[in-house]
């Protein structure tokens, strides 16, 4: 039996714009996950802030976006470029283009993570203590 | 205080060809890890099998490269070109371009992961049971 390898490309079968972003799984295994992302055009509610219980990584493999934080930092990503969003931390997507391919990888909450327990998020803007 | 977030562009601050890949480390979390690599160039040795312990995400972001499998395939990838390598498949770098950019996510081992003990590799091709 041959051992099993996925493939892909990930500008190729882009789907079209729609309401919602669009998410695929490439690959999970340990708690961690590998995903494509294609925006087209959708931003982040008003107010609304992710913050993931795992670090994450981000980058932008086409198009162009725009990242805003709970700290008042911004950060505008083009192709090749790539950020790490700690557990926990606040942030919204201000902006994308169409279409925006990303390829995020959620990594496992570390066992021996010695932060806090992360407090309950309102809906609003909040700085970081 | 500020929360922490790591930025970077992958096609920036390219290392110069050199002996060996160039490894860095972008992010590594809860047994994850995610890094880019450049090559220039470089190739396995003859007869040398990669088997990672846990699984393996690749995407080319720039450049282009061919892979080899122990079951006698190949993948020739270019920017955007993605593959999943199973824990413990053996495969090899048959070929890059100067320079080729990958980045690559290692996946941890899932702790219910049912596979049976990869055996001992020789150094030799080795056809997957």
Chains 1, 2 share one sequence.
Do not use: N
Request: negative net charge.
């Amino acid at each position: 039996m041959s051992e099993k390898f996925s493939v892909g490309q990930l500008l190729a079968g882009l789907p079209p714009p729609a309401a919602d972003e669009h998410f695929e799984c490439l690959h999970a295994a340990g708690g961690a996950r590998i995903e494509r992302i294609v925006s087209h055009g959708q931003s982040s509610p008003p107010g609304f802030w992710y913050a993931q219980d795992g670090d994450e990584g981000v980058a932008v493999v086409a198009g162009e976006a725009s990242l805003e934080f709970a700290d008042g930092r911004s950060l505008t990503m083009r192709a090749g470029d790539w950020v790490v969003l700690p557990a926990g931390s606040r942030h919204r997507v201000a902006r994308t283009a169409s279409p925006t391919v990303w390829l995020a990888v959620h990594l496992p909450r570390a066992e021996d993570d010695a932060r806090p327990p992360r407090p309950q998020l309102p809906g609003g803007l909040q700085s970081p203590s």
